[in-house]
């Protein structure tokens, strides 16, 4: 069961659950449903993953340090400020009515070789606008609180500043708006990333291989939470790693030290949602 998880959970569950979020959007269902589909199937893979193979015991999320700091940024984001889906349609409303873009999308592709062109090219826009974070100090202000945690588990997919988040979606759907892509290709990037998410951080055994070349998953993804720089500074992908490749920023050591566990940013930051979502204006 384990060496089934670890090498061929996360196909399991992209290929399931969105060719099944593929169905859906194409038989009618509104995007939102689909998404809330998309969100509850990742989230049971990679908590049961997490509960029966966890990769560090001692990365077990508790209520004080983990739960409670990421369901109120994850409420304050997506349900009280609204989900970065419908920012995105609204830019793409805005986009279409000022009579800006091109429409040259290959509509007539299949919807699964469209999904994946639109991987590719939104992911140059997310891969620049996350390296923005980190060499930029005024954007790292924001994005420092989604390292800060000292251990990553599946919730930490969505612990982000308000503005460090909108802009990275908006990165990474401009490219696509401007090009002429349906909005149920734009929704169907976004159920991806979601997915993807909450895979990319879980504590739980993974074994991808070959994937780590295509997919910024988990195993990379742990060497980007680094507390050390020179080691954080890489892996930049959302969802796919090719631009870190082109970019000579993939890491992956085959050695699975002890460094591994060594994550989070410089310094102790508040974990209390008014003070994440104020701070980082300030000086």
């Given at each position: ?82 989900s970065q889906l419908l920012q995105i ?195």
């Amino acid at each position: 069961m384990q060496l089934v998880f670890s090498r061929f959970g996360y196909l399991i569950c992209i290929i399931s659950i969105v060719g099944t979020s593929i169905f859906l959007i194409e038989s009618g269902y509104s995007e939102l449903q689909v998404l809330f589909f998309a969100a509850i199937g990742s989230i049971f893979f990679t908590v049961l993953g997490e509960f029966f193979m966890p990769l560090f015991k001692d990365w077990k999320p508790n209520f004080k340090e983990n739960f409670f700091p990421d369901a109120s940024l994850f409420v304050v984001n997506y349900i009280l400020l609204q989900s970065q889906l419908l920012q995105i349609f609204l830019a793409s409303i805005a986009i279409r009515f000022s009579g800006g873009g091109f429409d040259v999308w290959p509509t007539e592709l299949n919807i699964v070789l469209q999904l994946v062109l639109a991987l590719v090219i939104s992911e140059f826009g997310l891969y620049w606008f996350h390296r923005g974070c980190h060499e930029i100090p005024f954007l790292w202000r924001f994005h420092k609180i989604h390292h800060n945690p000292q251990r990553l588990y599946w919730f930490n997919a969505t612990r982000f500043h308000y503005l460090d988040v909108t802009l990275l979606q908006v990165s990474g759907a401009v490219p696509l708006l401007l090009l002429g892509a349906e909005g149920k290709i734009i929704a169907l990037v976004t159920i991806f990333s979601t997915v993807h998410g909450y895979w990319q951080h879980v504590n739980a055994e993974q074994d991808q291989r070959l994937l780590n070349y295509f997919f910024s998953g988990p195993e990379l993804h742990r060497w980007h939470h680094n507390l050390e720089p020179e080691i954080a500074n890489h892996n930049y992908g959302n969802n796919l790693i090719v631009w870190d490749h082109i970019f000579r920023t993939f890491y992956w050591p085959k050695d699975k030290n002890e460094q591994l566990k060594n994550i989070g940013v410089q310094g102790n930051f508040s974990n209390n949602v008014i003070s994440m979502t104020v701070d980082p204006f300030k000086r």
